[in-house]
């Protein structure tokens, strides 16, 4: 079961990128690398997902190295909205069934 | 679009009270995952349906049952609540049971065990 290590906690001025990186060091080969934002009692919202290298939309770009222990999740010009709790889990297929393994997150709070 | 809608909102029972929790999946989306999030920590994942079968489930007793109907709907029964039960329970969903499928998270249910 791939777990995932990230920092508990970030602060970030309003206008600065912000790079939260995470460690999952036996993720599978069919494993994809999922990120997730959430608000106060809210759902979790799908930020970005990556296999392998750099993977880039609209609200972020992740990186993934070759060896696909570690990925970072990059917020180009951060605002005091992104504040929140950042998700970096592994996504699994397994036989006839596919989960989300969340770990505890990192929250980021951005400030002026 | 809707999205994923769940029903109730919030919801207040007593220890060894049954409760049945309710989930809508966005359109075209086939498979409902069920998490509970308990305050301050990540979503767990308990179980997931797809074709009206439990395809996987987490590190839950069967006191947590489910059901998947043919419109793709699906319901979470607790049964016997535990003062530990109180969380956040959130549906998500999907279509079809790959890793790389987004899923989408509705709002969840807010359950408080007294």
């Known amino acids: 079961l791939a777990k995932t290590t990230q920092p508990i906690s970030m602060d970030s001025y309003e206008g600065q990128e912000v790079n939260i990186t995470c460690s999952h060091n036996?993720?599978?080969?069919?494993?994809?690398i999922t990120w997730y934002q959430q608000f106060p009692s809210q759902g979790p919202r799908f930020i970005i997902q990556?296999?392998?290298t750099k993977v880039t939309n609209e609200v972020a770009s992740l990186f993934i190295p070759a060896d696909r222990k570690s990925s970072t999740l990059s917020l180009p010009r951060v605002s005091l909205s992104d504040t929140a709790v950042y998700y970096c889990l592994v996504a699994q297929t397994t036989g006839t069934a596919s989960k989300l393994t969340f770990g505890t997150g990192t929250r980021l709070q951005v400030t002026l | 679009d809707a999205g994923v809608t769940q029903s109730p909102t919030h919801l207040i029972k007593t220890r060894g009270q049954q409760v049945t929790l309710r989930c809508s999946p966005k359109s075209g989306h086939d498979t409902v995952s069920w998490y509970q999030q308990a305050l301050g920590q990540g979503p767990q994942f308990i179980f997931q349906?797809?074709?009206?079968?439990?395809?996987q489930r987490g590190n839950f007793p069967d006191r947590f049952s489910g059901h998947q109907f043919p419109n793709y709907s699906s319901e979470l029964n607790v049964n016997a609540l535990l003062l530990g039960d109180s969380a956040l329970y959130l549906c998500a969903s999907s279509w079809g049971l790959a890793a790389y499928n987004e899923q989408f998270f509705g709002p969840g249910t807010r359950l408080t065990v007294l």
């Open positions: 349906y797809y074709e009206e079968e439990e395809r």
């Open positions: 990556g296999y392998k």
């Open positions: 036996n993720i599978a080969t069919n494993d994809y």
